[in-house]
């Protein structure tokens, strides 16, 4: 994994939300990158934590194209 510097200024900007999420002006973080996109993770995220987080993201991405459907919540 790479490592970047997030600042709130010029070089990089982040929304109110994302900076309150963990992410602080001048903190380092770990980037997971490829050819085409790369994930920002919050420092002291784990594996499995990211593995879980990125698959949500593709599923999201799937019902954005229509692949998935929502999945209906359990009933108790």
Same mark, same amino acid.
Not at 20 to 36: D, Q, W, Y
Not at 41 to 60: A, G, H, R
């Given at each position: 994994?790479?490592?970047?510097?997030?600042?709130?200024?010029?070089?990089?900007?982040?929304?109110?939300?994302?900076?309150?999420?963990?992410?602080?002006?001048?903190?380092?973080? =770990? $980037?997971?990158? #490829?050819?085409?996109?790369?994930?920002?993770? %919050?420092?002291?995220?784990?594996?499995?934590?990211? @593995?879980?987080?990125? =698959? $949500?993201?593709? #599923?999201?991405?799937?019902?954005?194209?229509? %692949?998935?459907?929502?999945?209906?919540?359990?009933? @108790?």
């Amino acid at each position: 994994m790479s490592k970047i510097r997030i600042y709130g200024g010029r070089m990089t900007r982040f929304s109110k939300e994302i900076m309150e999420s963990g992410f602080s002006p001048g903190a380092e973080a =770990e $980037i997971v990158k #490829n050819a085409l996109s790369f994930t920002v993770v %919050k420092p002291d995220t784990t594996l499995s934590q990211l @593995e879980n987080n990125l =698959e $949500i993201q593709l #599923n999201d991405i799937g019902l954005r194209l229509g %692949k998935r459907k929502l999945r209906e919540a359990p009933k @108790e």
